[in-house]
């Protein structure tokens, strides 16, 4: 039951009633698992590319970059740094002063080797009067990594990845934000040599990504010869969540209702508010020196490729339809791009006339499309692609992550550990139709496909819920291709210690 004060809380947020409603169902019935047909491979799925044709896909792409398109970089970058030091945590806390676990050894050994090796030490010099090499000698471990992660130091337990000094270069150290605006200046300047970049970011961190732009963009668009359009947004407070209590009921702490982010699936709010015909979506952490930089270029290059060879397409069958002057050979023509490129297949299909058909055939073309990159797996935690079912009993790919997947059904445990790719997050998406106008990306996702989670407040036991993810259930009802990209192009960094790499340690020139 409502009381006058949640009301006060809703309006605040811009969340409805029927909202909460909504949700407090969901705790009540969950979600159900997704039906699945196979796990996507190169057999059927996944586009497997050669060098040949990655070429003329990227020719394609740059073609593309010469017309009068807009183009934008989408970049999630608000996620804490903290899990990345949760190992330093555990070491700070540890009842031993020395490196003892194979990771506190390996950070220390190697500390040098980290972007922000001088900044430490720097902190470490003007807090305790030594450098890092004499704290080390004098066993002072613990002081160091304090140093490192509070707020009397670098304060890097608590910033986001996207602000944290990732890479050396001769001339200094760039962080994953700056990496990001390089990449943009290397695949998605148009031809007037403007490059668009968006990041979401966290209210509280905003004024540091604003800061750090501010000081660094007049040189990389000297270095680049390009011109920044870099935007932010946050994470819309009527995306949040609200908490339910062990009987589903409203969770409240303090008297007030508990409201959590929606995860990354809330974004789709910030990427339906930008206008732009592409779009590149990337994870923040997800970045190399210039030094390896060239896998990463082509492959974006490649995706892009598809997709506006894709899209082309796509115009050209949905601009025959609309004139009703087609063939039963043209109908076919479509019926097979449909199952066979975009892997859509619709079981009634073929009992439709021509004319149901062609509503049916217009109604699947006329939406937005994803192009994906798939990496060989090599046992790294994530998503995958598969072929599932939809809510309209038609089958189509998606990415999946294990928590939609039943993993009490033998027949779907063995799809999901024998699936060959997963999901490094890296899409490329066109947003308009085929006449120019925008989509409204939030009519194409699939509500069934959020999650629950258990966690605690003030001790007490709560179920969380997370909407259907940014590139999971919130992109359900797009139009995909998965291409497969070489694992050179995910180089993710979960732990402090990933970036003792050799693909994060680089040498080349900065500015």
């Known amino acids: 039951m409502l009381t006058e004060k949640d009301f006060e809380q809703l309006k605040k947020r811009g969340i409805s009633e029927a909202q909460i409603e909504e949700q407090l169902n969901c705790f009540a019935t969950g979600f159900p698992f997704l039906e699945l047909q196979a796990a996507a491979s190169l057999e059927k799925g996944v586009l497997g590319v050669d060098i040949e044709a990655a070429t003329a896909f990227a020719a394609t792409w740059e073609q593309y970059l010469e017309g009068d398109n807009s183009i934008l970089k989408f970049v999630p970058a608000s996620g804490a740094a903290s899990r990345m030091f949760k190992n330093l945590f555990e070491f700070i806390d540890a009842d031993y002063n020395e490196p003892t676990t194979a990771f506190e050894k390996d950070f220390f050994a190697h500390i040098e080797y980290f972007a922000f090796y001088a900044d430490l030490n720097m902190a470490c010099q003007k807090s305790l009067g030594k450098d890092i090499k004499a704290l080390i000698e004098a066993g002072n471990y613990k002081s160091i990594v304090s140093l490192l992660l509070n707020s009397e130091g670098l304060n890097y337990g608590s910033l986001p990845k996207g602000l944290l000094k990732f890479h050396n270069y001769t001339d200094g150290a760039r962080t994953p934000m700056e990496e990001h605006l390089v990449e943009g200046a290397l695949y998605a300047a ?3 040599g403007d490059v668009k970049v968006h990041f979401t970011v966290s209210p509280e961190h905003r004024a540091l ?29 009527s995306t949040d969540t609200v908490a339910a209590d062990s009987e589903n009921q409203l969770f409240r702490d303090k008297g ?22 592409i779009i590149f979506v990337k994870n923040i952490d997800n970045v190399v020196p210039d030094n390896f930089k060239e896998a990463t270029i082509l492959y974006k290059k490649v995706l892009a490729g598809v997709l506006v060879s894709t899209q082309t397409k796509i115009h050209e069958y949905l601009n025959l339809l609309e004139s009703g002057k087609y063939s039963q050979d043209e109908l076919i023509d479509i019926v097979y791009f ?22 049916y055939l217009k109604h699947k073309l006329n939406r937005p499309i ?32 294990s928590s939609q997947i039943d993993m009490t059904d033998a027949a779907k445990v063995e799809m999901f550990k024998n699936s060959t790719h997963f999901n490094p997050v890296d899409l490329v998406c066109a947003v308009k139709d085929y006449k120019g106008n925008k989509f409204d990306l939030t009519q194409y996702v699939d509500k069934q496909t959020g999650f629950i989670s258990l966690k605690s407040k003030s001790g007490k036991e709560l179920k969380a819920l997370e909407l259907p993810g940014l590139w999971n259930g919130a992109m359900s009802d797009w139009n995909t291709i998965f291409v497969e990209v070489p694992i050179e192009t995910f180089n993710p960094v979960k732990t402090v210690n990933d970036l003792l790499r050799k693909e994060h340690q680089g040498t080349t020139s900065n500015h």
């Open 338 to 359: 449909l199952q066979n490129e975009l892997c859509t297949k619709n079981p009634v299909m073929k009992e439709l006339e021509d004319s149901e058909l062609a509503l």
């Open 190 to 192: 148009n031809k007037s």
């Open 256 to 277: 007030e209702l508990l409201f959590r982010p929606g995860g990354h699936g809330a974004l789709i709010e910030n990427l339906n508010d930008i206008d732009a015909d």
């Open 209 to 237: 990504f604003e800061a750090l732009l501010a000081k660094e963009k007049g040189d990389y668009e000297q270095k680049f010869d390009v011109k920044y359009d870099v935007s932010f947004s946050e994470q819309k407070a």
């Open 370 to 401: 994803r192009v994906c990159g798939m990496v060989r797996n090599v046992g790294e935690p994530g998503g995958g692609p598969f072929i599932a079912k939809n809510s309209d009993g038609t089958w189509s790919l998606q990415i999946l992550e």
